[in-house]
């Protein structure tokens, strides 16, 4: 049975005192044993949020981190750091990460790997821009992305630990919303090339997330598709539509 999973990404938003009021809010209208909430504020947060949900099933995300343990990495945070918190999930391959700070597929893979030896659950986005998508590269594009974002990642991973996310860049915040049949298709799609480089079993297994303006009026519709384990929720997640779709 794979884990449902619905995850609210805050990005650059909320100052500490803004998240706390948003949690107390939420927190006792999230009703649902159904599916795993996952909160992801940004790092000044992280700590507040922490102690908010500890007595919730609210689980505590992280937007990013970085590879190494420590050392003069001005302005990182370590995968140590996250576990302090109590961090259980961290977003890594964000299209922003990709497109505003050079991430590449070698940096994403890092910090999978380093995620892992720690027992957070990386959060892997995935997804191609529109033009990739036009000119019919969509497949090819995000197939080397989780190729790469896998490599040297052993298969019991793959059964609880590793959760794949696909955002097509061209529906992130510009609200419009792939259908549902181009993000099942596409989330199946991810799943035979998890079958082809592990086994069927293992692919059948993962969680696969949609993100790319999910909002209430679209949530069941999208939820309810054959190959979609939860989403990853943008600027839904910072108001009351966040409640909305986690009770779809």
Same mark, same amino acid.
């Given at each position: 049975?794979?884990? =449902? $999973? ?12 803004r ?6 809010? $939420? =927190?006792d209208r999230?009703?649902?044993? @159904? ?6 504020p940004n ?7 922490s102690?908010?949900?500890e007595?919730?099933n609210?689980k ?8 190494e ?6 302005g ?6 996250l ?20 991430e590449?597929? @070698? ?5 999978v790997l380093k995620?892992?030896? =720690?027992?957070i659950?990386?959060i892997i ?7 990739q ?9 995000? @197939? ?8 040297d990642?052993?298969?019991?991973f793959? =059964?609880?630990?590793?959760? $794949? ?10 609200g419009?919303?792939?259908t549902d049949?181009?993000?099942? @298709?596409?989330?199946?799609f ?9 086994t ?5 297994m ?19 598709q054959?190959?979609i ?6 600027g ?8 909305? $779709?986690v009770?779809y």
């Amino acid at each position: 049975m794979r884990k =449902k $999973i619905i995850a609210g990404n805050w990005k650059m938003n909320y100052s500490v005192n803004r998240a706390e009021d948003f949690v107390n809010d $939420i =927190k006792d209208r999230i009703n649902t044993d @159904e599916v795993e909430v996952v909160l992801c504020p940004n790092f000044v947060s992280l700590e507040r949020v922490s102690d908010l949900i500890e007595d919730t099933n609210i689980k505590l995300g992280a937007q990013n981190v970085y590879f190494e343990d420590k050392g003069a990495y001005t302005g990182e945070t370590s995968v140590d750091m996250l576990a302090a918190v109590n961090v259980k999930y961290c977003i890594v391959g964000h299209s922003e990460r990709r497109m505003y700070f050079n991430e590449t597929d @070698e940096i994403v893979n890092k910090k999978v790997l380093k995620l892992l030896q =720690k027992d957070i659950s990386p959060i892997i986005c995935v997804g191609e821009t529109l033009e990739q998508r036009d000119s019919s590269k969509h497949f090819d594009v995000v @197939e080397n992305q989780v190729k790469n974002a896998l490599k040297d990642v052993d298969s019991i991973f793959l =059964k609880n630990k590793i959760v $794949i996310a696909y955002e097509p860049i061209w529906a992130i915040g510009t609200g419009v919303t792939a259908t549902d049949e181009q993000a099942n @298709e596409m989330c199946k799609f991810i799943r035979e090339v998890v079958s082809k480089l592990y086994t069927k079993n293992v692919a059948d297994m993962v969680t696969i997330l949609y993100g790319g303006s999910v909002k209430p009026s679209n949530a069941k519709s999208i939820l309810e598709q054959s190959d979609i384990d939860g989403a990853l929720v943008g600027g839904a997640s910072l108001t009351n539509d966040f409640v909305a $779709i986690v009770n779809y």
